[in-house]
């Protein structure tokens, strides 16, 4: 059984950082790419960040871009989302996810990927 675990949220103020871990578990997990999403009160998931395994291609949501990074430790199965000045609208739940194998390079989009973890809250207060 596969699993994603998210860890490193918490409270932090504006123009603060925070360092979010998603590690994979399971034997039978393989996948092409991960991604961080997010869901504040009130509002739709939205795309935060992805990354490809193999090659370390990422990706980021316009609205992070210029302030967080993503990357992976292939071998701990583990992706972080490092998130540098941090803005109040940036509080949500922040989710990570895998996907299962190459299924086109929309990493935006929710429904490619299978596996998500529980959640992990980020606040940031201003």
């Known amino acids: 059984q596969v699993q994603l675990v998210e860890s490193g949220g918490g409270l932090v103020q504006a123009g603060g950082s925070l360092r979010l871990s998603c590690a994979a578990s399971?034997?039978?997990?393989?996948?092409?790419?991960m991604a961080w999403f997010r869901q504040a009160p009130g509002k739709e998931r939205e795309f935060v960040a992805a990354?490809?395994?193999?090659?370390?291609?990422?990706y980021l949501g316009d609205s992070v871009k210029g302030r967080f990074t993503i990357s992976r430790d292939m071998n701990k199965k583990t992706v972080f989302l490092q998130m540098n000045s941090l803005k109040p609208e940036d509080t949500a739940v922040y989710y990570c996810?895998?996907?299962?194998?190459?299924?086109?390079?929309?990493?935006?989009?929710?429904?490619?990927?299978?596996?998500w973890g529980q959640g992990t809250q980020v606040t940031v207060s201003s």
């Open positions: 990354i490809t395994w193999g090659g370390g291609a990422t």
């Open positions: 399971g034997r039978t997990f393989s996948s092409y790419a």
């Open positions: 996810a895998a996907d299962v194998g190459y299924s086109g390079g929309d990493y935006y989009r929710q429904n490619k990927y299978i596996y």
